[in-house]
């Protein structure tokens, strides 16, 4: 695949993310993510930070992407999310995703992002869901 089809993948998986549907078709089957204060991810420990996320919001995320570069096989996305949470707090959040190919799929995520705001008002919904 080419920078174009790389640019598309990233921009589509980026924003299907942010309505809360992860197309995991165009993840690599190894696939590692990673998070600020949290590390590398597995494929199945990515879904499973992702479906946590998802029930801490109240109300669907809207991605707005501000940026994209793109060379060869790799696809940088500059964006940010807002949601209002379960709990009425608002989540209002920048993100940078870099992201690496192999053969049209994404085979490594790097998601940059305020991990401060992230843990202040998602991480103590998410730790109280787990206690019960």
Same mark, same amino acid.
């Given at each position: 695949? @080419?920078?174009d %089809?790389?640019r598309?993948?990233?921009l589509r !998986?980026? +924003?299907?993310?942010? +309505? @809360?549907?992860?197309? %995991? #078709?165009l993840?690599?089957?190894d696939? /590692?993510?990673w998070v600020?204060?949290?590390g590398? $991810?597995?494929?199945?420990? !990515?879904?499973?930070?992702?479906?946590?996320?998802?029930s801490?919001c *109240? &109300?669907?995320? /809207?991605?707005?992407i501000d940026?994209? &570069?793109? %060379?060869? #096989?790799r696809?940088?996305? =500059?964006a940010?999310? =807002?949601?209002? $949470?379960?709990? @009425?707090a608002?989540?209002r959040?920048t993100?940078?995703? $870099? !992201? %690496?190919f192999r =053969? @049209?799929?994404?085979? $490594?995520?790097k998601e940059?992002? #305020?991990?401060?705001?992230? *843990? #202040? &008002?998602v991480?103590?919904?998410?730790?109280? *869901?787990a +206690?019960?």
């Amino acid at each position: 695949m @080419g920078t174009d %089809e790389n640019r598309a993948t990233a921009l589509r !998986f980026v +924003e299907r993310m942010g +309505e @809360g549907v992860l197309e %995991e #078709d165009l993840l690599a089957p190894d696939v /590692q993510w990673w998070v600020p204060g949290t590390g590398l $991810l597995t494929k199945a420990e !990515f879904v499973g930070m992702m479906g946590a996320f998802r029930s801490a919001c *109240a &109300t669907p995320v /809207q991605m707005t992407i501000d940026g994209v &570069t793109a %060379e060869n #096989d790799r696809v940088a996305i =500059e964006a940010h999310a =807002e949601a209002e $949470l379960i709990n @009425g707090a608002s989540y209002r959040n920048t993100y940078h995703f $870099l !992201f %690496e190919f192999r =053969e @049209g799929r994404i085979r $490594l995520a790097k998601e940059y992002n #305020d991990s401060k705001h992230a *843990a #202040d &008002t998602v991480v103590p919904l998410i730790n109280a *869901a787990a +206690e019960v």
